[in-house]
């Protein structure tokens, strides 16, 4: 296994993980990379590691190119252990190397492993000189933990942001213009939306920062190295960060003896005679992380579930735990279901939505056990109204 060169004398010495399809509870049907990056200069620097499996992988991609006894610094830009796993193997072999990293990935490395390396701690801004080329560090806090940094070389015009920009994709492709660009939107989106999405202001005060430095390449810690479309991968995070959205609506919902999936049907039907674009996703069938890619974009969130047990379905009950994790703002929300007797599940969906800051427009809908035509009628009426009522400035 070879280094694959992004710039003179600057390699991608990553692991690929094929086979991995769970990321810690995201389903990453494409596998994922870890990257690492090599610079060899007059100080030759490792810039993050690989998972701590694909230890042997990352040696040998750096044997193809320099003995690794002959690294200096190891740049740990983050500590998630993706990215800080093969540590231990790699100080095992460079002992005298230092390791430079923030202040919280200091905290954060000693709190994981336990040793006393050689560490350095660099503050937001600093820079360090390997010769011809310089390493400046950016805090990141996080995007995506309290100890997340980046590293931009301004001879190279290389941005090494470690988990921002990523996307799972494990690949022998290496650059974004080599893979098929829908794909590859899609995962960066589907990153995003499931790792990225609390953290919004975070990430707004990360592009404020980077947006004085020229950026020719950004070379994240997962999937591709971006070599083109900087701008317009910039422009999408700002639109995330920002909870920006489509005039779209996505139904996302779980039926029982289907009377709430012909709640959704005919909310869809209403909605699309509103004009509006619309996606619908059954959470038997649609894993959680999946209807993260979408909701990204969507402003208008449509949830269902029948009653049970006094609650709601538990698939539904998950999708929720999820969102509230992850916090999409500025959404606008509708709950919908049947019942038998309590017809607690609506009031349920609709207090999640409240706690998340959501606008509810129309009160939640609840219809008793097999709906008629006439109910039915009257759900679609209030997917047009809905429909009317989400604007198109967003
Ligand atoms: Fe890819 Fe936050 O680790």
């Given at each position: 296994?070879?280094?694959?060169?992004?710039?003179?004398?600057?390699?991608?010495?990553?692991?690929?993980?094929?086979?991995?399809?769970?990321?810690?509870g995201y389903l990453?049907?494409?596998?994922?990379?870890?990257?690492?990056?090599?610079?060899?200069?007059?100080?030759?620097?490792?810039?993050?590691?690989?998972?701590?499996?694909?230890?042997?992988?990352?040696?040998?991609?750096?044997?193809?190119?320099?003995?690794?006894?002959?690294?200096?610094?190891?740049?740990?830009?983050?500590?998630?252990?993706?990215?800080?796993?093969?540590?231990?193997?790699?100080?095992?072999?460079?002992?005298?190397?230092?390791?430079?990293?923030?202040?919280?990935?200091?905290?954060?490395?000693?709190?994981?492993?336990?040793?006393?390396?050689?560490?350095?701690?660099?503050?937001?801004?600093?820079?360090?000189?390997?010769?011809?080329?310089?390493?400046?560090?950016?805090?990141?806090?996080?995007?995506?933990?309290?100890?997340?940094?980046?590293?931009?070389?301004?001879?190279?015009?290389?941005?090494?942001?470690?988990?921002?920009?990523?996307?799972?994709?494990?690949?022998?492709?290496?650059?974004?213009?080599?893979?098929?660009?829908?794909?590859?939107?899609e995962?960066?989106a589907k990153?995003?939306a499931n790792?990225?999405l609390?953290?919004?202001?975070?990430?707004?005060?990360?592009?404020?920062?980077?947006?004085?430095?020229?950026?020719?390449?950004?070379?994240?810690?997962?999937?591709?190295?971006?070599?083109?479309?900087?701008?317009?991968?910039?422009?999408?995070?700002?639109?995330?960060?920002?909870?920006?959205?489509?005039?779209?609506a996505l139904i996302v919902y779980d039926?029982?003896?289907?009377?709430?999936?012909?709640?959704?049907?005919?909310?869809?039907?209403?909605?699309?005679?509103?004009?509006?674009?619309?996606d619908m996703r059954d959470l038997k069938t649609t894993h959680i992380s999946d209807i993260m890619t979408e909701l990204i974009n969507a402003?208008?969130i449509l949830i269902g579930?029948?009653?049970?047990?006094?609650?709601?379905?538990?698939t539904v009950?998950a999708f929720l735990t999820y969102i509230?994790?992850l916090?999409p703002?500025?959404?606008?929300?509708?709950?919908?279901?049947?019942?038998?007797?309590?017809?607690?599940?609506?009031?349920?969906?609709?207090?999640?939505?409240?706690?998340?800051?959501?606008?509810?427009?129309?009160?939640?809908?609840?219809?008793?056990?097999?709906?008629?035509?006439?109910?039915?009628?009257?759900?679609?009426?209030?997917?047009?109204?809905?429909?009317?009522?989400?604007?198109?400035?967003?």
């Amino acid at each position: 296994m070879k280094a694959i060169p992004l710039k003179k004398d600057i390699y991608w010495v990553g692991g690929i993980d094929w086979n991995l399809r769970n990321f810690h509870g995201y389903l990453t049907q494409r596998g994922t990379t870890y990257n690492a990056y090599l610079i060899i200069d007059e100080k030759v620097t490792l810039v993050d590691t690989v998972k701590h499996y694909l230890f042997d992988e990352m040696i040998e991609r750096i044997k193809s190119v320099i003995d690794p006894e002959k690294i200096d610094y190891i740049i740990s830009n983050h500590v998630e252990m993706d990215h800080s796993g093969s540590l231990p193997k790699i100080v095992k072999i460079i002992p005298d190397a230092k390791i430079i990293t923030s202040t919280n990935g200091l905290k954060g490395l000693k709190l994981h492993y336990n040793q006393n390396w050689n560490f350095q701690e660099v503050r937001s801004g600093d820079s360090l000189e390997l010769g011809r080329r310089t390493l400046k560090f950016f805090h990141m806090p996080m995007v995506h933990w309290p100890d997340s940094m980046a590293t931009y070389i301004p001879e190279d015009k290389l941005l090494l942001p470690n988990d921002a920009f990523g996307q799972h994709i494990a690949s022998n492709e290496r650059f974004n213009d080599e893979l098929e660009s829908g794909i590859l939107l899609e995962e960066a989106a589907k990153y995003y939306a499931n790792i990225v999405l609390p953290y919004g202001e975070q990430v707004k005060r990360a592009l404020s920062a980077l947006s004085a430095l020229d950026i020719e390449m950004i070379g994240p810690s997962h999937g591709i190295v971006w070599r083109s479309k900087i701008p317009e991968i910039i422009k999408l995070y700002a639109k995330w960060a920002d909870n920006q959205t489509d005039r779209k609506a996505l139904i996302v919902y779980d039926t029982m003896w289907d009377s709430t999936r012909k709640m959704a049907y005919k909310l869809q039907e209403g909605l699309l005679e509103g004009g509006m674009a619309v996606d619908m996703r059954d959470l038997k069938t649609t894993h959680i992380s999946d209807i993260m890619t979408e909701l990204i974009n969507a402003k208008l969130i449509l949830i269902g579930s029948p009653t049970l047990n006094n609650g709601i379905l538990p698939t539904v009950g998950a999708f929720l735990t999820y969102i509230k994790g992850l916090r999409p703002a500025k959404r606008t929300g509708f709950a919908f279901g049947s019942y038998g007797w309590g017809g607690q599940a609506v009031k349920i969906i609709e207090d999640v939505m409240k706690s998340l800051n959501w606008e509810i427009p129309v009160e939640g809908k609840k219809l008793q056990y097999v709906p008629e035509k006439d109910a039915l009628s009257e759900v679609k009426e209030i997917g047009r109204e809905l429909a009317g009522r989400t604007g198109r400035e967003d």
